[in-house]
């Protein structure tokens, strides 16, 4: 006889069975989608955004996060658990569907069966391996959450329902293969293609055949209904990650990475600019809120959170969730808090590393964007000061515009207004050009280009801050008026390319100044010499050192660039120790997001926890290549009392160190 | 009620100064622009008053074109209405005749308070406010630290030597001109530089304002000498105190 089983087994094929069967699944169906519809309506509270463009490249995009689980097993441990239980429980769901396909479709009305042979025996031993699988990764999820206890990781009632209710599933699947291969498998060969199965089978048979078919039919009623309940609470549970998590995927942002929308300030029917209620975000930020699972994997990396400040991205994100179904028209800043809202560096930790795609930066900015611009408010009088220093001298730090170009005096480069025939402009940005520690940096990547042959101009006095630190904190009236002076200055002297020593300047002069119609080429200094190495025009050589290497927030998650610098280090003969966050896990300096122009008032400081991660390495050198993180550094080196032992330098001095004469 | 703030724009102080070629005053190239400091006290404190009692507020600025961009930041902040009154040679002009000015387009207008800042921050004379009140025959309170209205009078904070202040009460019409610590200014809203764009700015010619004659002027300017620059101490803490020490015996009295 050909290996196959009976579907229905013990229960019947009937009308009794398959009626109160449908109309369970129809309930919980219905229960499914009425749930989801309501959520839908609270989605709708958002304004509009398109996020349906391109449907193909975003249906990859889900398939390869959803079916292979891309983003969840970028965490180990949890992640791979969550992976080998999700793709466990497809098998399984598949498994059930094909019953249902052959048992109350191809068979009974064409007769036509086809798990059986050999096709059976795979899905038998594929389905019973699945399974073992899916206990397994659930049972160590459940002993992570209840036993272990990891930090932060918060655990509620809809946890406990949904713990319990998978786990009572998938053993009550078990008990009811065991009971019926007691009574119809054992001591068959095809027993042994269902192993666990065959296991229960052999501790069940002791029961007695009657009693064992008793419990089998009991067993399979019980087992539907839980499976139906858990369809049924899909909406109303953090099962509707299933859903949402998936449909987050298609809608994800689909880049340039972490750019901000660019607000129209002409549009004199705006009446209000950022969020201040929910009802200001899009339906996609409130839809956000309902793919969080609340894992706290952005909460872990957040450098605001583990230096004990009041924000947590994923409470934020929670926070936000809680108010659009309550309340969407309360004050959401109110909510989350200040403290919160402008303790974010924009590092972008929290949204890279986010399972669910979820986009964190840009809430935070709408809120702050609503405290500038329509309250005028920042998170210290100091900022203030630097917002209005930006307005007057086009830089942040208050030092007089027509000094911009001082640094460069000696070094014989013009600015474009005297000659504008460069191959490129470098766009030296604020802290280069006026802070003493950084003004090295710039001097010192000319020194490189001459070096290479390269001719370089700059903008002196006719550049202004870029914008980015203002736009960063919300203020983005001031970061356009910068941004238009700016583009119009590069425009009229018809340059074809832009070098950057700041990664926030490449960042916003690449990404953020195109919707403003900026079309010029731009590239950090570490790709652009690590090209000119490559092409033998920059002469290094190699002299041996160890250091450590900071990613800097803008150069590595904001933009992908990893090897460059790391490239031109070992160029140089630098062997590299790395942070243990390091890459896109490393840690912010603490200066992104506008912070450079605050103080950090609150918990501990951000720069000294990070120096202290680098002097971990052994290592005595931290190498960055940004102003902001530089400054952090030596002033981190300061506070941890670690000025002996680690020295903050930009890769760029280690080069021009190395230059062959 | 009607108020009245006057304001100038004055070079950021971080900027390179250079004295011009007459030798009389400073070079206007290569400066950055802003509102006087303690102006923006005024304008802060009379958009206040008007916020707590109602009335309209006036902003006045003498100067060239270029000063209707800080008159916008006035208005941005909740000035009513902007009076320029175009004179590209103010800044040749004495604290006597600015006074004149501001009172001869001010004294048919019927003002109840009138804010200035206490000094400009670059010719300093701390004169106009006084002279303007002076004029217009009401009082004047100056450095004025803090400030309420109640009931047709203001009562102020005047700072005085060595931290002691001055609690002084005047009726309307008052002019006070403002100093640092008075308030906080506030920061302009989007929606409110938006409207100040549209928001009223009458330009008035100089010349069509009768027209006084200095009572003083200005001789020379000079860029302070370069005396002997600071001196660094450097090496190990125990080293530095001793030299220190050994400096200040020698060139000072205090350890004698």
Redesign the interface.
Same mark, same amino acid.
Do not use: C, H, Q
């Given at each position: 006889m050909e290996s196959t089983r009976e579907i229905y087994w013990n229960v019947g094929h009937g009308i009794a069975t398959l009626a109160p069967m449908y109309l369970l699944a129809l309930a919980a169906l219905g229960l499914l989608v009425y749930g989801m519809l309501q959520r839908v309506k609270v989605y709708r509270n958002g304004k509009p955004l398109n996020r349906t463009d391109e449907p193909m490249a975003r249906m990859a995009m889900m398939m390869k996060n959803m079916v292979l689980q891309s983003r969840v097993l970028r965490v180990t441990g949890p992640g791979v658990a969550h992976a080998v239980f999700f793709w466990g429980f497809l098998l399984l769901v598949i498994g059930t569907g094909l019953i249902v396909i052959q048992a109350d479709f191809t068979d009974l009305l064409f007769d036509i069966v086809f798990l059986k042979g050999a096709p059976y025996k795979v899905f038998s031993i594929v389905l019973d391996f699945a399974g073992l699988a899916t206990i397994v990764m659930l049972l160590g999820l459940m002993i992570r959450r209840w036993l272990v206890r990891p930090k932060g990781l918060e655990t509620g009632s809809d946890d406990i329902v949904m713990h319990g209710l998978l786990l009572a599933i998938l053993v009550t699947g078990f008990l009811i293969e065991g009971a019926r291969m007691a009574v119809t498998e054992l001591g068959t060969e095809l027993s042994y293609w269902s192993p666990v199965g065959m296991l229960v089978a052999n501790g069940l048979d002791s029961l007695g055949g009657a009693t064992v078919l008793v419990l089998h039919r009991g067993l399979w009623w019980f087992h539907l209904v839980l499976a139906m309940l858990f369809i049924a609470i899909i909406p109303f549970t953090k099962f509707r990650h299933i859903l949402t998590t998936s449909a987050n995927y298609f809608l994800a942002d689909r880049g340039p990475t972490g750019k901000l929308t660019t607000v129209d300030?002409e549009n004199?029917d705006t009446?209000s600019?950022g969020a201040r209620q929910m009802t200001d975000f899009s339906w996609k930020d409130i839809f956000d809120t309902d793919a969080c699972t609340s894992c706290k994997r952005c909460q872990d990396r957040c450098p605001a959170y583990s230096t004990d400040k009041p924000l947590s991205p994923m409470q934020v994100v929670n926070q936000l969730g809680e108010l659009a179904r309550t309340d969407p028209g309360a004050d959401v800043i109110d909510a989350v808090g200040r403290d919160a809202i402008w303790s974010c560096t924009t590092c972008r930790a929290c949204q890279d590393i986010c399972p669910a795609a979820i986009e964190h930066v840009n809430k935070i900015i709408e809120l702050r964007r609503n405290l500038?611009? %329509? !309250?005028? !408010?920042?998170p210290g !009088?100091e900022v %203030?000061t630097a %917002? !209005?220093q930006i307005?007057?001298?086009?830089n942040p730090l208050? %030092?007089?515009?027509?000094?911009r170009g001082d640094w460069a005096e000696g070094l014989g480069i013009s600015t474009l207004a005297d000659d504008c025939e460069v191959e490129v402009l470098f766009f030296v940005g604020c802290y280069a050009s006026f802070d003493k520690r950084n003004r090295t940096v710039a001097k010192d990547f000319i020194t490189l280009c001459h070096a290479a042959g390269i001719k370089v101009g700059i903008l002196g006095?006719e550049e202004k801050c870029c914008g980015e630190p203002a736009r960063k904190m919300g203020n983005?009236?001031l970061y356009q008026t910068m941004a238009m002076e700016n583009i119009e200055t590069i425009k009229g002297y018809g340059i074809k390319k832009i070098v950057t020593a700041c990664p926030h300047c490449f960042n916003t002069l690449a990404k953020d100044y195109r919707d403003l119609g900026f079309e010029v080429e731009v590239e950090p200094h570490a790709v652009f010499l690590d090209r000119l190495v490559a092409q033998g025009r920059l002469p290094i050589r190699e002299e041996q050192f160890t250091c450590t290497y900071h990613d800097s927030c803008y150069m590595g998650r904001h933009n992908d660039i990893y090897d460059a610098p790391r490239s031109l280090i070992e160029a140089a003969g630098g062997e590299i120790v790395e942070m243990e966050k390091h890459g896109d896990q490393a840690f912010c300096c603490s200066a992104g997001g506008g912070r450079i122009l605050a103080e950090e008032k609150l918990g501990t400081r951000i720069n000294v926890k990070r120096v202290e991660m680098a002097v971990e390495t052994g290592a005595g050198l931290l190498l960055s290549n940004c102003p902001f993180c530089l400054t952090m550094f030596e002033d981190g080196v300061k506070g941890a009392g670690v000025e002996e032992i680690l020295r903050p330098r930009d890769i760029t001095e280690i080069l021009v160190e190395r230059l062959v004469a | 009620m009607k108020l009245l703030v006057c304001i100038k724009q004055v070079p *950021?102080m971080?900027?390179?100064f250079r004295i011009d070629a007459d030798g009389v005053w400073y070079d206007r190239g *290569? $400066?950055?622009?802003?509102m006087n400091e303690y102006d923006e006290y005024a304008v802060e404190q009379a958009v206040r008053q008007k916020e707590q009692a109602g009335g309209d507020v006036t902003v006045l600025c003498i100067g060239s074109d270029q000063v209707k961009e800080t008159m916008k930041k006035a208005l941005a902040m909740g000035c009513d209405r902007g009076v320029h009154i175009a004179d590209s040679h103010s800044y040749m002009k004495d604290p006597y005749q600015i006074a004149a000015m501001i009172a001869e387009f001010a004294r048919d207008k019927g003002f109840d308070i009138i804010f200035t800042g206490m000094q400009s921050q670059d010719r300093g004379s701390g004169q106009v406010g006084v002279m303007l009140a002076e004029l217009l025959d009401m009082a004047a309170i100056t450095t004025i630290v803090d400030y309420t209205y109640d009931n047709g009078s203001v009562v102020v904070q005047r700072e005085l030597e060595g931290g002691v202040k001055a609690k002084v009460k005047a009726a309307l019409p008052v002019l006070v001109t403002c100093q640092l610590g008075l308030n =906080?200014p506030?920061? #302009? =809203? $989007? #929606?409110n530089?938006?409207k100040a764009k549209k928001k009223e700015l009458l330009t008035i010619e100089a010349k069509m304002l009768q027209s006084t004659d200095s009572m003083q002027k200005t001789v020379k300017m000079a860029l302070p000498e370069k005396r002997v620059g600071g001196l660094f101490l450097e090496g190990e803490p125990d080293s530095i105190a001793d030299r220190l020490i050994a400096i200040l015996k020698e060139k000072t009295s205090v350890l004698a």
């Open positions: 300030l004199e009446e600019f500038v611009l %329509m !309250e005028g !408010e920042f !009088e %203030m %917002m !209005e307005e007057v001298n086009g208050g %030092m007089g515009y027509a000094g006095k983005e009236y | *950021d971080e900027s390179k *290569d $400066l950055a622009w802003r =906080t506030r920061y #302009p =809203t $989007l #929606p530089i938006m």
